[in-house]
């Protein structure tokens, strides 16, 4: 390591380590709701004393939009608010001041350029609302004063914006004597916040009505279905924060934020998204209202409970604080989770496809010493015979933290240990952080300060802070220039060593400043065009992590698909790579929790998620380790990872059953791959989730609304990982009305039912739903690469109909010429009778212009099949190999596709 800027270096690494050390989060180093001034401003607010009306004779509908002034009556502050009618049944409200004395911040890289709108009408109009429509199924009614907001999904109530009266826009003003303490400036331990704008907090109240259960604004350590937070604990807080070893069950902030919310019962699903990237308090409070509480409610009873149902009316109430910006809701009228997700989609952005290998195993460490540490990983590696598709380098590969460079001692050849991991078919990743070292010689630094390309502190200058590297200053991603500049210092001639071969890490990004107030940089940092930090903290992340995709993107000259894997994230992170779940513990209830985690990141719209397998503190035991491997298997992103004073755990490391349970879940997350990377497609169409909580599947069973324990992969495959210690059983639930058959014994559930099943260290739970069709690959590989050519197996879980159907996406794994040039095939698979004693499936594949592949089909299994099979022939009337296990009731079909690029059907004949 270099000694560079030792002063400040060494006190960084003393922080840094004492900080470590504690051995869990310190609360103290991060605010509370009471300490935060305009938090506890807004949240102490005595609800229905709304002073917000609306001024009647402003009201300017036009085609697609309602416009008008508003009015608070207790300082005659005006504003104006809009209400914008969205094609596909989303609603966008949007208030400002009318005059602020300076603008206030919208943000900017979420939507897309232009929203598509939708028709409105004035449906009704007298002298205490306006009725508006949408099409025929939306219905907006505002009421004048104080003003609220109700959206209806054709006559059900569906959401209400200030109904309890809690809206509160601060407006911006002089500076007055005997103003409230923290209004113009606010202390933090040795910190002063600057607010030279004063009070801009924005606040509102948004009501779920006949909601029991609201999901998503991660990210927080705590369960699927959000618990309340009022009156006993702190909001969720939104607040992109380097928290280590985190708390479970608590609102604390962690890396991203998505303030996106979805409220889900029986017949509707409703999403509310509040743009705004400031700093962000939500409280979340359950009631029931009383049956007879307004002619509405009581319609809403019906709904909810159905025209005989007799009680209370479930209701959740939330309470939305942030700091500064404007206020810019959407809400999503769904009805149906699907509707919810692509609702969202179109708002903030498809999910990327990614390349094949991204998707796969990913085997990492802080740090692998060296370019022999490395290398020897990857033998062990396959003479375990463990698939994996990519070798990480944490932060200590570099010239003394400066990032984009290497140790020289250790790595004095990058690009000849790229091309040798690159013979087995794998990539490597590095890790490149935001913060940039100060210290002469630096090209990096040197180009950058020369360019006045960084973050400046409130006087204006350049701000320094201490991270990894000792003094740093941060890239001000917010300017596009900056980023695009950024894009390009990926180029191969610039980033010395690196070859095609290698992706990028994006850690610390929230932004981690080690001496700054909680950990992060002060919000009275300057950026581009002068917002502060406090205006744009929480998007800081996803800027970086889309300029790091560009540069891959733009090295391949536009051709290769990138990779990028980043710690912080917003609203649109889905637009450009993956993140994870961040510094986690190797204890089992950090397993245990990852899945509530992983859940509510991806309802929110990004699906690309894992955690560190193993944790990435501690020591976990071989158990541990190995359930951990079965869990990681089936979830979006697969990565083991851990800290540099834990022990080494390779899974070639482990023992016995322990080696050979971690061994098996990496066979099988390579042996899916097909059925994750054709999810992966889905989802870059629809923003589904990929891995789902149960109610996304099955929205009408009350039973899994609050399941947070089990997930789907996709619609078909249901996973109950073991989260506990010396567990040989499970308790699951079958939801639905088909069967569910055990992927690995065949074995075969009814639905409807919790069945306590067995679940020795040997075995994860996982069923394949009645009625679906699973592509594999069941050919061992070293890598992904390697399966490219290989033939696939075809997994028929039957219904109760004998009937089933699924999806297979094929490309060439890692360009965009299936976007581009419609180099793909796509194929619809089914599987049911046509007559007494006949079965038919059929492959009906579309194939794009110009694409190859020699990719075949060898087997199809079909579980759940009854009948003596007589004959089986193909398309061409050639007879098929047949066998049949009796035991698990499984027919399997012998090489009956010669090619995924031809339409085929195969003719089954029962006696």
């Known amino acids: 390591m270099g000694v560079d800027g030792g002063g400040f270096r060494l006190v960084a690494l003393a922080l840094a380590a004492s900080l470590i050390a504690v051995g869990a989060v310190d609360r103290n180093n991060f605010k509370t709701c009471d300490q935060s001034n305009f938090c506890k401003r807004n949240r102490n607010m005595e609800p229905h004393q709304s002073k917000y009306a609306i001024n009647v004779a402003s009201i300017r509908p036009s085609s697609t939009a309602v416009s008008m002034d508003v009015v608070n009556t207790g300082t005659s502050v005006e504003y104006t608010l809009q209400i914008t009618s969205l094609k596909d049944l989303s609603v966008r409200v949007q208030m400002n001041e009318k005059n602020p004395k300076a603008p206030r911040h919208t943000v900017k890289d979420v939507l897309p350029e232009t929203l598509p709108e939708a028709n409105l009408a004035v449906k009704e109009r007298d002298e205490n609302k306006i009725v508006l429509a949408m099409a025929d199924q939306v219905t907006v009614v505002v009421h004048y004063q104080p003003l609220r907001i109700d959206v209806f999904s054709k006559d059900d109530l569906v959401l209400s914006l200030n109904s309890r009266g809690l809206l509160e826009i601060e407006h911006q003003r002089e500076k007055q004597e005997g103003d409230p303490e923290g209004m113009w400036t606010e202390d933090w331990k040795t910190h002063v916040d600057t607010k030279p704008k004063g009070p801009t907090a924005v606040s509102f109240d948004a009501t779920f009505h006949g909601v029991e259960n609201v999901y998503g604004i991660p990210e927080h350590a705590t369960k699927l279905s959000l618990p309340n937070t009022k009156p006993d604990t702190e909001p969720y807080r939104l607040f992109n924060l380097d928290v280590f070893e985190y708390e479970l069950d608590n609102p604390m902030a962690l890396y991203g934020s998505i303030p996106f919310m979805i409220g889900?019962?029986?017949?509707?699903?409703?999403?509310?998204?509040?743009?705004?990237?400031?700093?962000?308090?939500?409280?979340?409070?359950?009631?029931?209202?009383?049956?007879?509480?307004?002619?509405?409610?009581?319609?809403?009873?019906?709904?909810?409970?159905?025209?005989?149902?007799?009680?209370?009316?479930?209701?959740?109430?939330?309470?939305?604080?942030?700091?500064?910006?404007?206020?810019?809701?959407?809400?999503?009228?769904?009805?149906?989770?699907?509707?919810?997700?692509?609702?969202?989609?179109?708002?903030?952005?498809?999910?990327?496809?990614?390349?094949?290998?991204?998707?796969?195993?990913?085997?990492?460490?802080?740090?692998?010493?060296?370019?022999?540490?490395?290398?020897?990983?990857?033998?062990?590696?396959?003479?375990?015979?463990?698939?994996?598709?990519?070798?990480?380098?944490?932060?200590?590969?570099?010239?003394?933290?400066?990032?984009?460079?290497?140790?020289?001692?250790?790595?004095?050849?990058?690009?000849?240990?790229?091309?040798?991991?690159?013979?087995?078919?794998?990539?490597?990743?590095?890790?490149?952080?935001?913060?940039?070292?100060?210290?002469?010689?630096?090209?990096?630094?040197?180009?950058?300060?020369?360019?006045?390309?960084?973050?400046?502190?409130?006087?204006?200058?350049?701000?320094?802070?201490?991270?990894?590297?000792?003094?740093?200053?941060?890239?001000?991603?917010?300017?596009?220039?900056?980023?695009?500049?950024?894009?390009?210092?990926?180029?191969?001639?610039?980033?010395?060593?690196?070859?095609?071969?290698?992706?990028?890490?994006?850690?610390?990004?929230?932004?981690?400043?080690?001496?700054?107030?909680?950990?992060?940089?002060?919000?009275?940092?300057?950026?581009?065009?002068?917002?502060?930090?406090?205006?744009?903290?929480?998007?800081?992340?996803?800027?970086?992590?889309?300029?790091?995709?560009?540069?891959?993107?733009?090295?391949?000259?536009?051709?290769?698909?990138?990779?990028?894997?980043?710690?912080?994230?917003?609203?649109?992170?889905?637009?450009?790579?993956?993140?994870?779940?961040?510094?986690?513990?190797?204890?089992?209830?950090?397993?245990?929790?990852?899945?509530?985690?992983?859940?509510?990141?991806?309802?929110?719209?990004?699906?690309?998620?894992?955690?560190?397998?193993?944790?990435?503190?501690?020591?976990?035991?071989?158990?541990?380790?190995?359930?951990?491997?079965?869990?990681?298997?089936?979830?979006?992103?697969?990565?083991?990872?851990?800290?540099?004073?834990?022990?080494?755990?390779?899974?070639?490391?482990?023992?016995?059953?322990?080696?050979?349970?971690?061994?098996?879940?990496?066979?099988?997350?390579?042996?899916?791959?097909?059925?994750?990377?054709?999810?992966?497609?889905?989802?870059?169409?629809?923003?589904?989730?990929?891995?789902?909580?149960?109610?996304?599947?099955?929205?009408?069973?009350?039973?899994?609304?609050?399941?947070?324990?089990?997930?789907?992969?996709?619609?078909?495959?249901?996973?109950?990982?073991?989260t506990s210690p010396d567990t040989t059983s499970v308790d699951c639930y079958f939801p639905g009305s088909e069967p569910w058959y055990d992927v690995l014994s065949g074995l075969k559930h009814t639905p409807g039912d919790t069945k306590t099943l067995a679940a020795p260290l040997r075995k994860i739970p996982v069923f394949q739903r009645g009625g679906s069709i699973i592509p594999r690959k069941m050919r061992p590989r070293r890598a992904s690469a390697m399966m490219h050519r290989d033939p696939f197996t075809l997994d028929v879980a039957l219904d109760s109909n004998q009937s089933a159907q699924g999806t297979l996406f094929i490309d060439d794994y890692h360009t965009f010429s299936y976007e581009k040039d419609g180099k793909m095939a796509y194929a619809s698979m089914k599987f049911g009778p046509t007559g007494a004693n006949t079965y038919v499936f059929t492959f009906d594949v579309s194939v794009g212009a110009g694409f190859t592949t020699v990719e075949w089909v060898e087997r199809i299994n079909i579980a759940g099949f009854s009948g003596d099979v007589i004959a089986a022939v193909d398309h061409n009337g050639a007879a098929l190999g047949v066998t049949f296990d009796t035991t698990s009731q499984t027919l399997t079909l012998k090489k009956p596709l010669a090619s995924v690029l031809t339409q085929g059907s195969i003719t089954i004949t029962t006696a």
């Not at 950024?486 to 071969?501: I, L, N, R, S, V």
């Not at 994870?580 to 990004?606: F, Q, Y």
């Open 264 to 722: 889900h019962r029986a017949q509707q699903t409703t999403g509310l998204f509040f743009l705004n990237s400031a700093e962000m308090w939500v409280d979340v409070e359950k009631s029931h209202t009383n049956s007879g509480f307004t002619n509405m409610l009581r319609r809403l009873q019906e709904v909810v409970m159905g025209p005989t149902g007799a009680g209370d009316v479930p209701t959740t109430n939330t309470h939305w604080i942030a700091e500064s910006g404007v206020l810019d809701v959407f809400v999503m009228v769904g009805p149906k989770p699907a509707d919810v997700f692509r609702q969202y989609a179109a708002l903030t952005g498809l999910p990327s496809m990614p390349p094949l290998f991204a998707i796969a195993y990913h085997q990492c460490r802080w740090n692998y010493n060296d370019e022999n540490d490395v290398l020897e990983v990857s033998e062990k590696l396959d003479d375990a015979g463990i698939p994996t598709d990519v070798i990480w380098l944490d932060i200590e590969h570099t010239d003394g933290k400066r990032y984009m460079t290497w140790n020289k001692d250790k790595f004095p050849n990058p690009k000849e240990m790229q091309h040798t991991i690159a013979k087995k078919g794998r990539k490597m990743v590095n890790i490149v952080d935001p913060h940039i070292k100060r210290v002469g010689g630096y090209k990096v630094h040197e180009e950058a300060q020369s360019l006045g390309y960084y973050i400046k502190n409130k006087d204006g200058n350049e701000y320094d802070g201490w991270c990894w590297p000792g003094s740093s200053s941060w890239l001000d991603f917010m300017n596009p220039d900056i980023r695009s500049w950024w894009a390009d210092q990926f180029a191969f001639d610039k980033y010395e060593g690196t070859t095609e071969h290698m992706y990028f890490w994006n850690d610390m990004n929230e932004m981690s400043v080690f001496n700054g107030p909680e950990v992060t940089i002060h919000k009275d940092a300057q950026h581009f065009e002068g917002w502060e930090n406090r205006d744009v903290h929480n998007i800081y992340g996803m800027w970086q992590q889309a300029a790091t995709a560009e540069g891959i993107v733009r090295r391949s000259g536009g051709v290769e698909r990138p990779f990028v894997l980043s710690r912080a994230f917003f609203s649109g992170s889905q637009k450009y790579g993956a993140i994870w779940t961040g510094d986690n513990k190797g204890d089992w209830s950090h397993l245990e929790a990852s899945v509530p985690m992983i859940l509510s990141i991806s309802v929110a719209g990004l699906p690309f998620a894992g955690a560190d397998m193993g944790g990435f503190f501690g020591n976990p035991d071989n158990e541990l380790l190995a359930r951990w491997y079965q869990a990681g298997a089936f979830q979006p992103f697969m990565r083991a990872h851990a800290h540099l004073d834990t022990k080494r755990r390779e899974p070639y490391l482990l023992e016995g059953d322990y080696f050979d349970v971690a061994k098996q879940a990496v066979l099988t997350r390579y042996s899916y791959l097909p059925f994750w990377y054709t999810l992966f497609y889905e989802t870059s169409l629809s923003g589904m989730p990929i891995m789902r909580p149960l109610w996304v599947e099955f929205p009408t069973e009350m039973a899994t609304f609050g399941l947070e324990d089990a997930f789907m992969v996709g619609s078909d495959l249901l996973v109950k990982p073991v």
